[in-house]
Each structure stands twice: as structure tokens, then as C-alpha cells.
């Protein structure tokens, strides 16, 4: 494919915008629910207001505070209406950012600079966290030179707490917990990771970033919840993102901390700049007035009413997925029954669960894989009520055909995501995933074909060599080491 260049002459609006819809065509159906992440919809006429609401503001800048007022303000009131539904005291402040990895950057980045301004000196900081710590903790660690370090988790998926204490040294400047961590929407025994805070004097991040504006109102539903906000004591900031169950647009979340004297490590000042004093909150030096606008219109636009509702609608939709689930002898519910976030597994590896996902994918649905163990997640909202029976009759069906074709599991898709989640040699998985995106942002960009992802990288070529022997002796290893874990 040629080089994309910049149009000689501008193009008429009506067919741009009609290009745009055509390049829409084979993307994924968000509105009718077959998407499980990604986007939250609360319905056409939020979604409308949030289009309304953000490009009143689209053309601002929330840079410049002082020019733009009208965003301070509803920065200041969004990141205050976020504390207030967190429990945290009155002194709690804390920006927006455009994202829960930001948020978790500038909390990352904010404790070490804290430390820093502290204490002794320290070459590697670290950060203890549980395996099931959002990637975006790593890319801080990766990005701001942390160690991150990682305590396994127990058979109910919580972080072992004891664990972390051993994992902490002189060196540590955060500990990391997740209200709830992504993978299996279980919440971390945040009340005891609070107290080994407390003890040592080490600040506690609890990372709410999808759980944040759900768990309260779940909690306000009457469902047994376990203390994971400013309540607990030990708990120094909080993360919460507006574009997942905020219902906001996209590049919206709030980092909150407990005072000042966390917040100001957060802010990056230049006081040298021919250009001018510059002093920026977080990451990103323009900020876009849109996401700000549109996140302070849909927490109005909902109120505490509305969350409940939702809140209650999801939860209906995610028991019902999970009774589905139960309803096939093959298949397991991961994680807990209160919970908007549903994972499953097979039981007893009685299917192969990447297999099934590629036939939800033929029917439609997309599938969001997992590993250690093979899962799949669903990340449910009031919107996928009325989709779980059709989804339940396919997930049926699909298992129902992998059990009666298990020679699926060694081809395509299924046949690699196994390979990538179960062979022991990360570095060759690590060569394979970096293969891919070398393709897919290389200059020929314009080439790159998911549906072609199979044929990317060295995974592919030892399928087919060693293949289907090789995915039953790594079945072996990962069911053994699933034992000993
Ligand atoms: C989504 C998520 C993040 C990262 O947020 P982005 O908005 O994708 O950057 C971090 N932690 C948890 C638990 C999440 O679910």
C-alpha cells in the first residue's frame, strides 16, 4: 500500500465525515453489547449529552487554567464530587488526568519524588504490588525507573498480605493494592495492606481505577463490600476512572490523594523556560477541554440515582452470566459472586477456552482472553442486560463444539493464544508480541492485518512444526505448575 500523504487540495466535509463512516464498518458493535471492554454506554440519550457537553469544550485548552476557568472549575469539582463518593477527608485533593495509566503514573511518580524529598537517598526505589496489578504499574516502574515487585496472590485471588511485608525493604516508597484488580474482579484485602502501611509509614495506593465509580454504589445496593477506600486508614491515594463506569468520554480519570503533602510530588515546575514559567499537574502539558467538560456533565447527568440504577442493572446482567456460566458442566466462574467484572474457565480443562473463544468470536462476540490461568474476561454494565441469554445459547454452543472438535485448540488463533500463555520461554513469547507491533506501527502500517495475526510472529512457525504435541506437554506444565501456585 502506497505511503498515506496529506491531500493536495482539502476535501468537502459531507465526504470525509462519509470515509469515516465507511472505515467504520468492520469495527466492533459496542452498542448492542457484543463488546465486554472497552466502552461503557449508558444509552442513546447520555450518550448524547456527552457529545453535546464535550464539544462545547472541544476547542479549550486546560493548560492555561487561568484563561480557561470554566475547566478549573469543573476539574476542581469533578476530582471533589470523585473524593467525596470515596470517603476521603476533607483535606483530599487531586487532578484529572486522561486515563487510569496516567493516574497511576502520577501516583507512582508522586511517591517516589515523596521519598525522595524525604528521606535517604535511593538509587531503585520499589513498589510492592500482587501479580495482579494492572500492567500500567509496570509501565510506571519501566517508565520512572521503579522496581516493581510482585507477591503472588492466594487461591481466592487476593494478595497475600504477608507476602507483600516480605517484599519490603528500606527501598519501598508504595504499596499497591486493586478495589478490584482487573483480571478477576476481585477486591485486595485493602483493610490489612492498610495496616502493614500504617506500620512501616509507607503510602498505600489503591488502585480503583475500574472499581471506583462501581463499588459504592454496589455498596449502597446492600452487597457485602469490603472496606477499599480513604476509609481505611492507611490509604493514601486513590485512583478512579470517569471513562469506564463514570460513563464519561474517553481520556477521562481522577487521581486522588489524601492531602497536599502527596499531591504537590505529582507536579512538574520549570521556572528557567524563555517561554515562561511553565508548571504542568500531570503527564500531559495540553489538555484537551472535551474529556473534562464531558466528565463533570455525566456525573451531573447521572447523579447517585442514576449510578445506582446502573449499578443495579449490571449486577443483575453479571449474576445472570455468572448462572449461565454454571448452567455448562465445562465451564467455571472465576472470582467472586458480588462483582461486575465476570471471568471463566474450564473446568477440569474439559475444552480448551482459547478454542471457545475464537467460535464466540465467529458468532459475533468479542472475547477478551486471559491467561495463567486460561479465562475470559467479561467487564459487564446495565447495558449487556438484555444480551446475556443470546451470549449464554453461544457460549453453550461453542463449547459443545470444541468438546466434540478438540483438534480446534491446535489451530489458528486458540493454537497461538495457548502457545503465548503457556510456553515457558517468555523471552520467545516477548520476540513474537514485539514482531507484531514492529508490523503494525512499522511503515507499513497500512498492511498490517489483524485477522492475519496468526502469521506475524516465531510462535506460528513452532505451532507448526511442533505443534499439537507440543501444546499437550505444555498443558501438562501449566496444570502442574497451577497446582503447586
Ligand atoms: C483500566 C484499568 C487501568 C488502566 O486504565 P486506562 O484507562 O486503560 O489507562 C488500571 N487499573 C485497572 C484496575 C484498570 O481496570
Not at 449508558?42 to 487554567?65: I, K, Y
Not at 453479571?318 to 458442566?329: M, N, S, V
Not at 467460535?359 to 474476561?377: K, M, N, V, Y
Request: glycine share 8%; net charge neutral.
Amino acid at each position: 500500500m502506497a505511503r498515506a500523504t496529506i491531500p493536495t487540495q482539502g476535501e468537502m466535509h459531507e465526504s470525509i465525515l462519509q470515509s469515516m463512516r465507511e472505515m467504520r464498518a468492520g469495527d466492533a458493535d459496542w452498542k448492542n453489547g457484543r463488546t465486554w471492554s472497552l466502552v461503557y454506554y449508558a444509552g442513546e440519550a447520555h450518550h448524547d449529552l456527552l457529545q453535546r457537553a464535550h464539544n462545547l469544550f472541544f476547542a479549550e485548552n486546560a493548560l492555561n487554567p487561568m484563561a480557561f476557568k470554566s475547566l478549573k472549575r469543573m476539574e476542581a469539582e469533578v476530582v471533589q464530587m470523585t473524593a467525596s463518593m470515596l470517603h476521603a477527608p476533607d483535606d483530599a485533593c487531586g487532578t484529572m488526568t486522561t486515563g487510569g495509566t496516567e493516574s497511576l503514573l502520577m501516583a507512582v511518580k508522586a511517591a517516589r519524588d515523596r521519598a525522595k524529598a524525604r528521606g535517604p537517598k535511593t538509587d531503585r526505589p520499589n513498589v510492592v504490588a500482587a501479580i495482579t496489578a494492572h500492567p500500567a504499574l509496570d509501565k510506571a516502574g519501566h517508565y520512572f525507573g521503579l522496581e516493581i515487585r510482585k507477591a503472588p496472590v492466594g487461591p481466592d485471588k487476593r494478595v497475600i498480605v504477608s507476602a507483600m511485608k516480605k517484599l519490603i525493604d528500606k527501598n519501598t516508597v508504595l504499596l499497591f493494592a486493586s478495589a478490584p484488580q482487573y483480571p478477576h474482579g476481585v477486591i485486595d484485602p485493602i483493610d490489612e495492606v492498610g495496616r502493614l502501611a500504617l506500620a512501616r509509614g509507607i503510602p498505600l495506593h489503591v488502585d480503583a481505577c475500574i472499581g471506583g465509580f462501581v463499588l459504592p454504589w454496589v455498596e449502597r445496593l446492600g452487597y457485602p463490600i469490603p472496606a477499599f477506600d480513604f476509609r481505611v486508614p492507611g490509604v493514601t491515594s486513590m485512583s478512579a476512572d470517569l471513562h469506564k463506569y463514570g460513563f464519561a468520554v474517553k481520556g477521562a480519570s481522577v487521581v486522588v490523594y489524601r492531602d497536599m503533602s502527596y499531591l504537590e510530588h505529582q507536579f512538574f515546575l520549570e521556572t528557567e523556560f524563555p517561554g515562561g514559567i511553565y508548571a504542568s499537574p500531570s503527564m500531559t502539558g495540553t489538555r484537551g477541554g472535551g474529556p473534562i467538560a464531558a466528565a463533570w456533565a455525566s456525573l451531573h447527568a447521572v447523579g447517585e440515582s442514576g449510578f445506582i440504577e446502573h449499578t443495579r442493572l449490571a449486577m443483575e446482567a453479571a449474576k445472570k452470566l455468572q448462572e449461565g456460566i454454571r448452567t455448562i458442566p465445562e465451564l467455571a466462574v472465576i472470582g467472586p459472586p458480588d462483582a461486575t467484572l465476570v471471568a471463566w474457565g474450564a473446568k477440569d480443562r474439559a475444552v480448551d477456552v482459547y478454542a471457545v473463544a475464537d467460535r464466540l468470536e465467529d458468532a459475533g462476540w468479542s472475547a477478551d482472553r486471559q491467561q495463567h490461568p486460561a479465562t475470559i474476561h467479561h467487564t459487564v454494565t446495565s447495558n449487556h442486560l438484555p444480551v446475556i441469554d443470546e451470549y449464554i445459547a453461544d457460549l453453550r454452543d461453542a463449547v459443545a463444539y470444541v468438546r466434540s472438535h478438540p483438534e480446534v485448540a491446535d489451530r489458528g488463533n486458540a493454537a497461538m493464544y495457548g502457545m503465548m500463555a503457556k510456553v515457558p520461554f517468555r523471552g520467545m513469547v516477548r520476540q513474537g508480541v514485539m514482531n507484531v507491533m514492529r508490523n503494525m506501527y512499522g511503515p507499513n502500517a497500512l498492511d498490517f492485518d489483524p485477522a492475519k495475526l496468526n502469521g506475524e510472529g516465531v510462535v506460528d512457525k513452532v505451532m507448526n512444526a511442533v505443534g499439537p504435541t507440543l501444546n499437550k506437554v505444555l498443558d501438562r506444565v501449566e496444570a502442574l505448575k497451577e497446582r503447586f501456585r
